[in-house]
């Protein structure tokens, strides 16, 4: 899906993402489960990344992604994973860590946007609507501050 299309909503559909997934019912009744799924599923998108640049390095095609400093990807993935062990030493049950658990999905909506994927829309007609829903939304907003 090509995600560059819709780079206006960026943020407006990653607060929609967190707040449906840390700022509801949503949260206390599917964590640690669901949160566990959304991370997993970023830390596979580095895990292809990282075997890119390696295979790159193997064909001379790019320089060795550990010179110098951490790669990007190695420090991507020390940080989410370091954001997931906050949540998890935060979490019990109820709502307690939603706050450390929409840090780590900021880091995992931005790893999957960066491929082209969006943790609920699969395809870019879901996307698009979703896009036009949040249009319609701050048409509505922006029309009913009018009056009179």
């Known amino acids: 899906m090509d995600t560059s299309k819709f780079e206006g909503y960026k943020n407006t559909l990653k ?5 449906n997934e ?6 206390r009744e599917t964590q640690p489960y669901k949160g566990m799924g959304h991370i997993n599923q970023a830390l596979q998108y580095l895990k292809e990344e990282q075997t890119t640049e ?5 064909n001379n095609e790019t320089e060795h992604p550990h010179d ?3 790669g990007q990807i190695d420090k991507e ?8 062990r906050d949540w998890l030493q935060a979490w019990s049950w109820g709502y307690s860590g939603s706050a450390e658990l929409a840090l780590a999905l900021e880091m995992v909506f931005d790893i ?3 491929h082209g994927k969006h943790p609920y ?3 870019e ?3 698009l609507k979703a896009t036009q829903d949040i249009q319609d939304e701050m048409n509505s907003l922006s029309d009913s501050t009018d009056i009179p």
């Open 15 to 19: 607060q929609n993402y967190i707040g």
């Open 22 to 27: 840390c700022e509801s019912d949503e949260y």
């Open 54 to 58: 390696w295979k790159k390095r193997i």
């Open 68 to 70: 110098g400093d951490y």
């Open 77 to 84: 993935t020390e940080q989410l994973t370091s954001l997931t």
């Open 112 to 114: 999957l946007w960066r």
């Open 121 to 123: 829309y699969d395809t």
């Open 125 to 127: 007609e879901d996307l």
